[in-house]
Nanobody, 127 residues
Framework: QVQLQELGGGLVQAGDSLTLSCAAS????????MNWYRQAAGKQRELVAA?????????????TYADSVKGRFTTSRDIAKDTVYLQMNSLKPEDTAIYYC???????????????WGQGTQVTVSS
């Protein structure tokens, strides 16, 4: 069973930076995508950033960002550690939310892809 451990949330002021990390552990044959979602109070969960594999051995990543975070947030992956990061700069009060890591992976050769969610980490940005 694959588990995700998220670290890095906290309380910061507007304009500050924060980095979240999400480490995957367990039986993983390959990772297809590592994604960050967030859910603010009273709102639906939304995709913030995604990093996807093209399936090649050398792993050419495809990156996707929500319009609201483009130019401020950067996602990256440490392939050897099965860890994804979300570097958040120039934080705004509207970035306040619970941030969730989500990983699409293949548990074993010839197995179907599965999805696992992290427990979420609170990010609060004060004005």
């Amino acid at each position: 069973q694959v588990q995700l451990q998220e670290l890095g949330g906290g309380l910061v002021q507007a304009g500050d930076s924060l980095t979240l990390s999400c480490a995957a552990s367990g039986r993983i044959f390959s990772i297809k995508a590592m994604n960050w979602y967030r859910q603010a109070a009273g709102k639906q969960r939304e995709l913030v950033a995604a990093i996807r594999s093209d399936g090649s051995v050398n792993y050419a990543a495809s990156l996707t960002y929500a319009d609201s975070v483009k130019g401020r947030f950067t996602t990256s992956r440490d392939i050897a550690k099965d860890t994804v990061y979300l570097q958040m700069n120039s934080l705004k009060p509207e970035d306040t939310a619970i941030y969730y890591c989500n990983v699409d992976y293949v548990p074993d050769l010839y197995k179907r892809p599965e999805t696992v969610w992290g427990q979420g980490t609170q990010v609060t940005v004060s004005s």
